[in-house]
């Protein structure tokens, strides 16, 4: 299986592409969608979306794994990374990809094993975890392959088998 992790922004789109053969991940590609500051938020939106379609032509995953919003006080903020959210979602559902959401807690919980755990927890034990020599930068990129292997556990579960019959 092909997954396709994404950390959702409007600056920086984490992404990730893991191979899952159901024990080991084997880290394909992965890197950030950028799109800079000052420019019209259509011109981002067409940016990040012109992005994830040519992330899923290339490498054609069997399923995508998103971040559900986390809303913090800044609401403008969390306006505009929905919007991006968004059209990242409309790529994988035009690709005909499947997409399944997981919370910041899930995520967490699934790599360090703690809900709660910080990012730097996260980011260490993602760049273990895959065998990389170094951290994937930037944080947002950890993320998205965190949200990968978020998913690839959860596929595997019993659970998720009966109910994907």
């Not at 993320?143 to 595997?156: E, K, N, V």
Request: with cysteine.
């Amino acid at each position: 299986m092909i997954i396709l992790g994404i950390d959702p922004g409007i600056a920086i789109v984490g992404w990730g592409v893991l191979q899952y053969n159901g024990i080991k991940f084997r880290p394909v590609a992965y890197g950030s969608i950028q799109t800079k500051a000052g420019l019209s938020t259509e011109e981002r939106l067409r940016q990040v979306y012109d992005g994830m379609c040519a992330i899923i032509e290339k490498y054609k995953p069997d399923a995508m794994s998103i971040e559900e919003l986390f809303w913090n006080t800044n609401q403008k903020t969390g306006i505009v990374v929905a919007e991006a959210r968004g059209v990242i979602l409309l790529s994988a559902h035009q690709n005909g990809i499947p997409i399944y959401e997981y919370t910041p807690l899930q995520v967490k919980q699934s790599i360090v094993g703690y809900g709660r755990a910080e990012k730097k927890q996260v980011i260490a034990m993602v760049t273990g975890f895959l065998g990389l020599r170094e951290p994937p930068k930037p944080d947002d990129t950890a993320d998205a392959l965190a949200i990968a292997i978020c998913h690839g556990h959860a596929s595997m579960s019993k659970l998720a088998q009966y109910y994907n019959k």
